[in-house]
Structures are given as C-alpha cells and as structure tokens.
C-alpha cells in the first residue's frame, strides 16, 4: 500500500509541476510529492505483528477499542491487541517511546495521515513499569533496561526498581 | 463521623450485615463444586484472559485503632504506585488529586483523636455511579468502582454526589508522566481504584495496604468480603465495624474499625 501512495504521490507531483511550469511561474522545484514519509521503525522486539501487517495498518484502531472495552470494563488483560504490548513492541529505542518525537512510531504514521490520536493524554508513551503484568512483559524485561536506559533523565529510581521487580 | 453512632449499629449481628453474609454465602454455595477451593481460587489466581467475577466481593477493613498519627505511609504509597501528585507537591494544591487522605478527628465532647484513611468507599449502591450522564462511572463484577476515562466527559457531577469526597478532576495535561499500568488524563475524573492493575495481576492487595503493613502498623486489611474463609470476613466477622455514613444505605466496601 505505501508504494501505491508513494507512486501516486509521484504522479500528482509531475502533474503538479507540469502545471507550474505550464504557467511559466518562477518557483524553485517542486516540492509537493516531498512530504517528509512516515518512518516506519521495525519493532524492538519480535518479527511479526499479531495480525498480518497489512491488516494492522488499517485496522489496528479497531482491535485497540475492542479489547479497551474489554480491559476496562469486565478486567481482561490479554497482551494480545493491548496498547500495553503495542508500546512495549514499538517504542522507539532513541526515546524509549512511541510518541515522544517526531519519529516515534505512532507520531509518525499518524501526523503523515493527519489523523491527531489522543491516547496518550492518559496512556503512558513508554514501556517502563511492572514486568509482572502479564508473561510476554516478564520475558522482555531486559528490553526495558535497554530502553530505559536510553531514556536518560525520564526513568526515575522507582520505576526502575519496579522493572527489576 | 462526629455524630457517633451506638457500636451495636453495626455490630456483625446487625441485620445489614447478617444480610451481607447471607448472599454472600448463597454465592458461595452456588460455585463450590469442591467446597471451599473454588472461591480461593477466584480470589487470587484469576487468569488474565477472564473477566472480572461477581462471585468476588474486594473490600478494606480499617483499624483505625491502630492507625497512627502522623503517619501518611498509605498515601505516599497509593501516589507512588498510581502516579499522582501529592498535594504537599502540587503547583495547585487545590485542584490536586486526592486518591486517598488521612483524616485526624476529634470528639469535641471527650478530645479523643481517632485518626483514619479515607478513600473511594466501593460503594455496592455508588451515587456516582447513578448519576453519571455517560455511563463512564461504574461498578466492576468484583465490586471496584473505576471511571472508564474512555467515556468521562468530565463534567463533574459524580463529585458532587459522591457523599465522601473521593473523587477529584485530572485539571491539568500531565505530560506523558503516568505509569504504564495506570492510565489517567486531563479531563477526567479519577479516584482509588483499589489498585485494580494490582488485583488483576493476581497481588491479592492494594498499595497503601502493603505500606501500611511494611510500616508496621497493619491498620489496613484488604481481601475478598464474599469469600468466608479470607482473613478480612473473619476479621469482619469478629470486630465491630461501622460503615461512614451508614444511614445512606450504600452498602461500603471500606469498613472502619475503632470509630
Ligand atoms: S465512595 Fe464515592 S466515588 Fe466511591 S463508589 Fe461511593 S459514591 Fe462512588
Ligand atoms: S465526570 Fe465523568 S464519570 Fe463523573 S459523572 Fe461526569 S461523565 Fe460520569
């Protein structure tokens, strides 16, 4: 799918610059086909989604309101389609987040789709906090030191003692 | 809490209780198909992938005959664990979040001082929860009353009907500190949640409990009420308990001890 943007990006880019050219405007090269492309960082951990890749491209908010639902509501705390594990897949291993710059992988995707997501007004951004939540957390745990760590002055004492717990 | 009721009110023989006890031991009854394992079970080893059960009942006994003055262990703890700012700490000290607070009374007739924790009471009958325009105020299976933020559109009332200050309104952006497992926001109303990430982890306990435990002042007793073998229903079935505010019928989930 990106490659069929990407392509039909280039061609309303040509178009587009015939169009300026046609019209004999002075402006420098055409800058319209050069939106600055999502990057799409390989997860920390894992080789595959939970879900084919293609699919999660498109649907990955519904899985995340269904099993929001469900955790909130009645308790159920799969790992699997949890924001939780998505973060603790994806976070970045620069910012040790998946939004707290430009790159990260949620900000990325989503600010190259306009679409603005308010999760993290209250979910947390980053992976760090108790390994004990679920078994994939606990095998991971080392992962989280490493990110952690590159997380500098953002990780406090307690909740590094809470990853070693 | 200054207008002090006879202790028999609330003794374990009074009928509300014996009322309690009765469903509770019908519950009971309905899952033991190997009596007295089933529901231990339950309590404390819920598999991640099933939903909370109604067959659990969490509550708190607070002795607060040996909650000691000064202590504020309980508080420090809860805000450690769910990641709220303490007051003391707070730019608005106002509009800070009070998941829990200690509370220091005096009879103004004899001055004896009774200090106590107060906090969200998971009311079986919560007025929060009747009020709530969206529905975003609710009562777990298990009898934990949370705020699904999903669906809070902050506009405050379950605040003026909750009849213990429990709650308080996220007022301000909290900038991505928040802890993993304790999701919370502007714009939204939060209070105790018993330390639900905790309870669904298999903890078995909340964090103030542990605190005030480790301090070594073990005032706080957490534990399934519908369970009669857990320590919290013997202790409930022996000391006497009031509930805050028992006239108003909502069946607490947080008994005190000693007030
Ligand atoms: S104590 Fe207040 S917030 Fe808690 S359940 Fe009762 S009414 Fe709701
Ligand atoms: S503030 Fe939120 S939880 Fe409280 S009554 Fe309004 S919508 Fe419901």
């Given at each position: ?60 908010m519904?899985?995340l309101n269904v099993h929001r639902d469900k955790t909130v509501i009645e ?8 924001l ?33 997501i308010d999760c993290f007004d209250c979910h ?42 | ?131 709530c325009?969206t529905g975003a105020s609710f ?7 949370l705020v699904n933020r999903h669906t809070c559109i902050g ?28 999701p919370r926001g502007i714009g939204c109303v939060e ?69």
């Amino acid at each position: 799918m990106a490659s069929k943007i990407k392509s039909l990006l280039a061609r309303g880019s040509a178009v587009l610059t015939a169009a300026v050219l046609g019209l004999g405007l002075a402006v420098g090269p055409a800058q319209a086909g050069d939106a600055p492309k999502p990057v799409i960082t390989k997860a920390v951990k894992g080789e595959q989604c939970v879900e084919d890749t293609e699919y999660m491209r498109k649907n990955h908010m519904k899985l995340l309101n269904v099993h929001r639902d469900k955790t909130v509501i009645e308790g159920v705390r799969t790992p699997k389609h949890s924001l939780k594990e998505c973060i603790n897949c994806h976070a970045s291993e620069q910012t040790g987040s998946v939004a707290a710059a430009k790159e990260d992988f949620c900000v990325s995707c989503h600010s190259y789709a306009a679409v603005k997501i308010d999760c993290f007004d209250c979910h947390s951004t980053k992976p760090q906090g108790s390994a004990a939540m679920h078994s994939l957390n606990a095998e991971t745990a080392h992962y989280k030191h490493k990110l952690a760590s590159q997380a500098n002055a953002k990780v406090s004492a307690e909740e590094m003692a809470g990853i070693a717990k | 809490m200054s207008d002090m009721k006879p202790m028999s009110d609330n003794t374990p023989s009074s009928p509300e209780r014996r009322r309690f006890v009765g469903a509770a031991t019908a519950t009971a009854a309905g899952l033991a198909i190997a009596p007295g394992v089933m529901l231990i079970e339950v309590a404390h080893g819920r598999p991640e992938d099933q939903p909370a059960s109604s067959a659990v009942r969490w509550g708190m006994l607070v002795d607060a005959t040996k909650c000691a003055t000064g202590c504020n262990d309980c508080v420090t703890a809860c805000s450690t664990e769910n990641g709220w700012t303490p007051v003391a700490e707070s730019k608005h000290p106002k509009q800070a979040p009070q998941w829990i607070r200690k509370l220091e009374l005096q009879d103004p007739l004899t001055q004896m001082e009774t200090n106590l924790p107060m906090l969200c009471q998971h009311c079986a009958e919560p007025p929060c929860v009747d009020v709530c325009p969206t529905g975003a105020s609710f009562k777990r299976a298990d009898g934990i009353v949370l705020v699904n933020r999903h669906t809070c559109i902050g506009c405050r009332y379950c605040m003026m009907a909750c009849p213990y200050k429990a709650r308080s309104l996220v007022h301000e952006s909290l900038n991505d500190t928040q802890k993993p497992d304790v999701p919370r926001g502007i714009g939204c109303v939060e209070a105790c949640t018993f330390c639900v990430q905790k309870v669904d982890r298999g903890d078995g306990n909340t964090a103030c409990a542990e605190a005030c435990t480790a301090a070594g002042h073990n005032a706080l007793l957490f534990g399934d009420m519908n369970d009669p073998e857990s320590e919290i229903s013997r202790r409930l079935r022996e000391l006497p308990t009031k509930q805050v505010r028992a006239d108003l019928n909502l069946n607490l989930g947080v008994r005190y001890h000693g007030i």
